[in-house]
């Protein structure tokens, strides 16, 4: 895992660079953010779930089927570890386990 500490003027360098513009191709799962990445995803809408340390963009990304055959939306989740931010990919409201496999 990496210690980088991934930015918003990284993240534009990147799509500058790269031509790549989604936040997916920018950060990997586990990566640190900075405050100003969680703060544009929580001024860009309205907050799926939050609360001090946690973060789930409002719209969903996808919807999948959980364990038991409910077919559930998966938000752009972020949440503090340890002091940081980062990174947990697309998870069930108020979780942070991936599911975009």
Not at 29 to 48: A, K, T
Request: hydrophobic share 35%; net charge negative.
């Amino acid at each position: 895992m990496s210690t980088e500490i991934k930015t918003l003027d990284g993240w534009c360098e990147f799509s500058d660079r790269t031509g790549k513009e989604s936040i997916y191709d920018y950060l990997n799962l586990g990566d640190i953010v900075s405050e100003d990445i969680v703060d544009n995803f929580m001024d860009m809408l309205p907050p799926r779930a939050m609360s001090y340390g946690y973060l789930q963009v409002g719209e969903a990304y996808d919807h999948i089927y959980d364990i038991d055959g409910r077919l559930r939306a998966i938000y752009l989740t972020f949440a503090k570890c340890d002091g940081q931010w980062r990174y947990y990919g697309n998870c069930f409201a108020w979780e942070t386990i991936d599911k975009s496999w």
